[in-house]
């Protein structure tokens, strides 16, 4: 089993800025990519940010150049820094990650998800 842990989320005026973290514990073999997605009221979920092993990144159109996302593989963690927020990124935000537990068994976990509210 995966346990995903969020937590970073908050209340914060517009142009502030807040960092999301999750962490991912169980019997983890391997982890490939981790991402952020994030759901507003009346909205599907939408990806916003994904980090391969390698590094390679890619964010979606409306947070590029304000979002960073990183991780920490010794510590199983992926961050989101995001900067310059706007009232338009109020929505839950959901980790997920892919992985194996043992070589050849994938698995997908999300996490609970952790609100972020901008006020204008």
């Known amino acids: 089993q995966v346990q995903l842990v969020e937590s970073g989320g908050g209340l914060v005026q517009a142009g502030g800025s807040l960092r999301l973290s999750c962490a991912a514990s169980?019997?983890?073999?391997?982890?490939?990519?981790m991402g952020w997605y994030r759901q507003a009221p009346g909205h599907e979920r939408e990806l916003v940010a994904r980090?391969?092993?390698?590094?390679?990144?890619n964010y979606a159109d409306s947070v590029k150049g304000r979002f960073t996302i990183s991780r920490d593989n010794a510590k199983n963690t992926v961050y989101l820094q995001m900067n310059s927020l706007k009232p338009e990124d109020t929505a839950d935000y959901y980790c997920?990650?892919?992985?194996?537990?043992?070589?050849?068994?994938?698995?997908?976990?999300w996490g609970q998800g952790t609100q972020v509210t901008v006020s204008s």
């Open positions: 169980g019997s983890i073999f391997s982890i490939n990519a």
């Open positions: 980090i391969t092993r390698s590094g390679s990144t």
């Open positions: 997920k990650i892919d992985g194996s537990l043992i070589p050849g068994k994938q698995f997908s976990s």
